[in-house]
């Protein structure tokens, strides 16, 4: 079945980088997100991947796509105290759809 | 702006009580979503809505319903509240576009903190 999984925890110093790595079973999926949920607040798009593509950058955010593995990463440049928050990666389900399918989200912890 | 609300923010009740969580958005969209949020689950979907008249079955739907009325709101009912019906509940709305090449956001509610004694 469908299924998207990710690590819990993540504790990076401000400063470095963060890589926050996600697993997905649906090879058809054709756009794969990335969306922020900061404390107390809903989720926030950060950033999505067409299915044809291995990479998108968008400022300080990379996304990686491998497909052959299902492997989905969101790499943070320069992590900030603002980027502590809950990361879900969620893909889309097969077929024309607007139904998401997310993970379990993963906690990122910037340290100062 | 347009935005999506969710009402109340917080609620207590008791086993066995019929609880309505409300869910209003001014973007016309006509996909909605309710999901619950618990501690290593993630999100999982509830209900959903692809337009007026129209509702679907998520993947934890037991216990739970929704009717849509209209466009804005699609409000979600426990029928007869649990504890394991504890937890935070979002509601999520995108546009109609459903073609392959739409990336399609759903944009979020600020969640309903449920919790049943």
């Known amino acids: 079945g469908e299924d998207v999984e990710q690590s819990l925890f993540l504790s990076v110093r401000e400063g470095d980088s963060s890589v926050i790595n996600c697993t997905y079973t649906?090879?058809?999926?054709?756009?794969l997100y990335w969306y922020k949920q900061e404390p107390g607040a809903g989720l926030q798009l950060l950033t999505y991947?067409?299915?044809?593509?291995d990479m998108k950058q968008d400022q300080r955010l990379t996304v990686l796509l491998n497909k052959k593995d299902k492997h989905l990463s969101l790499r943070i440049a320069d992590t900030q105290t603002g980027d502590s928050a809950i990361y879900f990666c969620?893909?889309?389900?097969?077929?024309?759809?607007?139904?998401?399918?997310f993970g379990t989200g993963t906690l990122l912890a910037v340290q100062p | 702006d347009a935005e999506i609300t969710q009402s109340p923010r917080h609620k207590i009740t008791e086993t066995g009580r019929q609880v309505t969580l409300a869910c209003h958005q001014t973007?016309?969209?006509?996909?909605m979503f309710w999901y619950r949020q618990d501690l290593g689950h993630g999100l999982r979907l509830i209900h959903y809505?692809?337009?007026?008249?129209?509702?679907n079955k998520g993947e934890v739907s037991d216990g739970y319903s929704v009717s849509r009325s209209n466009t804005e709101d699609l409000p979600l009912t426990l029928e007869s509240a649990a504890s394991s019906q504890t937890s935070v509940y979002f509601c999520?709305?995108?546009?109609?576009?459903?073609?392959?090449?739409?990336?399609?956001?759903?944009?979020f509610g600020p969640g309903t903190r449920l919790t049943v004694l």
């Open positions: 999520a709305s995108s546009a109609g576009t459903s073609g392959p090449r739409t990336y399609n956001e759903q944009f």
């Open positions: 649906d090879s058809s999926s054709t756009y």
């Open positions: 991947i067409f299915s044809n593509m």
């Open positions: 969620a893909e889309r389900v097969r077929g024309a759809t607007n139904k998401l399918i």
């Open positions: 973007w016309n969209h006509n996909n």
């Open positions: 809505s692809y337009g007026v008249h129209d509702t």
